[in-house]
């Protein structure tokens, strides 16, 4: 020991590994090969729906055309035929936005008052009736579909606008609900109550205290609720009404005429309007996301 | 009339009984300090009186007024929480408002409050910042002025310091000391920490499992505690205890072989009993060098603590260690045996069985 000095003795701990090694070349070409395998189709839609119907026959999917046009996406928005009428998917368009508005609204204001109720203010069965509502997002939606066209139908809403927002909301409630409700328990107890000795009331509470200090978590719900509900087929074809048939189901109506020729151009281009919603909404607010999320999972 | 009147109190969490047939009666203007181990049930007390949780059984009186079942607000009542609990997304000024609007006051009765309270509390300068922007200090300070532009009689703290480092803690209890010699509002505070309770209280209900142990001023719980759990619980380093018996017909006190005479002790005569403790807190013992009879008790010196203006020395006297206060400059040998001189007025003889002081 006395004749070792502090330079002979080897390191404790191990080296750093430099940035490439045989395991990280693995992950990114396992990483890159599934970005190329979900990009792809998204590629060839792109370029297609830029050709010409006599550049698709004749040509090879993966070559782009040399004479881009937008026709198609002109055709497929103002005058592809969507079943009886030609007015193309812009119609569908609009009768998203006014299912998706009102919806996600309603959901995310039912939703975040109950989860209030629930984290903040107990009443007795209140946990049992919490359950309750969990178990009701593991009941498969085909089960609902008919008992909820007999409600409808009894509300006299069946096939309109009103039919399908109510619809959207009851299968938003339980994990909407657990959603705001967590949220809300994880906020600390002890602003609840000094809430409570200046005087505000259930509402004041939630609308002057809380609600301002929870912008993540609508930002969230919102999200979640608008790509949902955008992207829903089967409630808008059931609940809807043919007048108020929602994007998707126009686009399939578009995909699937069986009016001349398959308009391959056409059906990308409408494919592409169509997701085009939620593909921003994820795009812009991805940060927004992430930091909802995050500020859900994280108490305090 | 009492300001705070706290009647047969019972609350129950499901089957748990927390707080159990509890009363307690604040006067005008008092400092009263709830002083407890962690869990037992002084904020649920507190809670109560502020009618944020609802009794099972029992009334509470405020300022002569049933209020049992009356809203927090009505309640002529302020609160001040240990986590600050402020309004994140107020400005101080917000902060301080928030109640005094809901309750629909008027704007320049609204801002001369705020101007009171912040002068006061000297948080003038950053009325316009958000708690986030603020030290933990500073949102304690407005923490306190929300509850004071509520312009109560009653002011309740939820261990408002417990979150502060050393320093600003003892800072913000003479502060709050001196906020209530001004004042003079009724204030019931619940702390963990007995140096704050000393400090500030004129009286401590010292509570243990949710039943008051002893209700009375500072010096007489410290000096005569009314059980073994609040004569271990207050005091620091805590009061030293050696089992044993009464003989002689209850006149003197037989532990660890030595007999110490009980003429003097002011609970007066203690009775014969087999199994007794005495209390002797570490400045009513003294290090002598030579035996006194009836008086002392033979020990060895282990080690001892130097605290600056005092140190505290630690014997063994048998088995039992036992700790005593002397000045720094008496610093004793190690190993030494001593005897330990006990001032027998200023103990405590308690019943082994029923921890009942005697
Ligand atoms: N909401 C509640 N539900 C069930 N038990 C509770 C609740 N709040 C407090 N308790 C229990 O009541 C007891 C007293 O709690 P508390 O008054 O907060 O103690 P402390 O004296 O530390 O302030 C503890 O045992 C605690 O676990
Ligand atoms: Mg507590």
């Given at each position: 020991m006395a004749n070792t000095t502090a330079f002979d003795q080897v390191p404790s701990g191990k080296k750093p590994t430099p940035f490439i090694t045989w395991q990280r070349f693995v992950v990114y070409s396992v990483l890159g090969v599934c970005a190329l395998f979900f990009l792809l189709p998204l590629y060839i839609m792109v370029i297609t729906s830029l050709k010409s119907i006599q550049e698709i026959q004749g040509g090879n999917i993966f070559v782009p055309t040399m004479s881009p046009s937008f026709d198609a996406w002109e055709k497929a928005w103002n005058s592809a035929c969507t079943g009886l009428y030609c007015e193309g998917i812009k119609v569908g368009f609009w009768n998203s936005v006014k299912i998706t508005g009102p919806s996600t609204v309603v959901s995310i204001a039912v939703a975040s008052v109950t989860g209030y109720s629930l984290a903040n203010w107990p009443f007795k069965m209140s946990e049992f009736y919490f359950t309750v509502l969990l178990l009701g997002s593991f009941i498969p939606y085909v089960v609902m579909l008919y008992p909820l066209v007999i409600i409808t139908r009894w509300m006299g809403i069946y096939s309109t606008l009103p039919a399908v927002v109510f619809v959207h909301t009851i299968f938003g409630l339980p994990i909407l609900t657990l959603l705001f409700r967590n949220y809300f328990a994880s906020l600390p107890q002890e602003l609840f109550k000094a809430a409570r000795v200046d005087g505000a009331g259930y509402w004041g509470i939630f609308f002057r205290v809380f609600v301002p200090m929870s912008v993540p978590i609508f930002t969230v719900a919102v999200i979640l609720q608008i790509t949902g509900i955008w992207n829903d087929f089967l409630f808008g074809v059931i609940y809807a009404g043919p007048t108020n048939y929602p994007m998707t189901v126009q686009l399939n109506n578009i995909v699937n005429s069986a009016m001349g020729g398959k308009a391959y151009n056409v059906d990308m281009a409408a494919t592409i309007l169509t997701g085009l919603v939620p593909l921003t909404i994820y795009f812009v607010s991805g940060k927004y996301f992430v930091r909802g999320i995050a500020a859900g999972a994280v108490k305090g | 009339m009492h300001s705070v009147s706290v009647q047969s109190l019972t609350l129950k969490f499901g089957a748990a009984e927390v707080l159990k047939n509890l009363n307690l009666d604040v006067a005008e203007g008092e400092f009263i300090v709830l002083l407890g181990p962690s869990g037992c049930g002084k904020s649920t007390l507190l809670n109560c009186i502020a009618g944020l949780l609802e009794l099972s059984e029992g009334q509470i009186h405020i300022k002569g007024k049933n209020v049992t079942w009356a809203e927090p607000s009505e309640r002529g009542i302020g609160m001040v929480f240990q986590s600050y609990a402020l309004y994140p997304q107020m400005t101080v000024r917000g902060n301080l408002s928030f109640g005094l609007k809901i309750a629909g006051m008027a704007k320049d009765e609204i801002e001369k409050r705020v101007q009171r309270a912040s002068e006061i509390l000297q948080?003038?300068?950053?009325?316009?910042?958000?708690?986030?922007?603020?030290?933990?200090?500073?949102?304690?300070?407005?923490?306190?002025?929300?509850?004071?532009?509520?312009?109560?009689?009653?002011?309740?703290?939820?261990?408002?310091?417990?979150?502060?480092?050393?320093?600003?803690?003892s800072e913000l209890r003479v502060e709050l000391k001196r906020l209530h010699n001004r004042l003079k509002n009724t204030m019931v505070y619940v702390t963990h920490d007995q140096i704050e309770a000393l400090t500030l209280a004129d009286r401590i209900a010292v509570m243990r499992g949710g039943i008051i142990q002893q209700l009375a001023a500072p010096q007489e719980i410290y000096n005569r505690p009314s059980n073994l759990f609040v004569a271990g619980f207050i005091g620091s380093p805590s009061m030293n205890f050696m089992h044993g018996k009464t003989v002689d017909g209850g006149t003197a006190f037989e532990t660890a072989g030595?007999?110490?005479?009980?003429?003097?002790?002011?609970?007066?005569?203690?009775?014969?009993?087999?199994?007794?403790?005495?209390?002797?807190?570490?400045?009513?013992?003294?290090?002598?060098?030579?035996?006194?009879?009836?008086?002392?008790?033979?020990?060895?010196?282990?080690?001892?603590?130097?605290?600056?203006a005092d140190s505290l020395v630690w014997l063994k006297v048998g088995d039992v260690p036992v700790s005593v206060r002397v000045p720094v400059e008496n610093r004793p040998e190690h190993g030494k045996s001593v005897h330990l001189k006990v001032d027998i007025s200023k103990a405590s003889v308690f019943d082994a069985v029923s921890e009942q002081r005697i």
């Open positions: - | 948080i003038g300068p950053l009325l316009d910042r958000k708690p986030g922007a603020l030290s933990g200090g500073q949102r304690q300070r407005v923490a306190i002025g929300r509850a004071l532009v509520r312009d109560v009689d009653v002011f309740l703290f939820d261990e408002p310091l417990s979150n502060l480092d050393a320093k600003l803690r030595t007999t110490l005479s009980l003429s003097g002790y002011e609970g007066g005569a203690v009775g014969a009993r087999d199994k007794a403790i005495l209390g002797l807190r570490p400045e009513h013992l003294e290090m002598v060098d030579a035996p006194i009879p009836g008086k002392t008790i033979p020990a060895m010196v282990e080690i001892d603590e130097p605290m600056g």
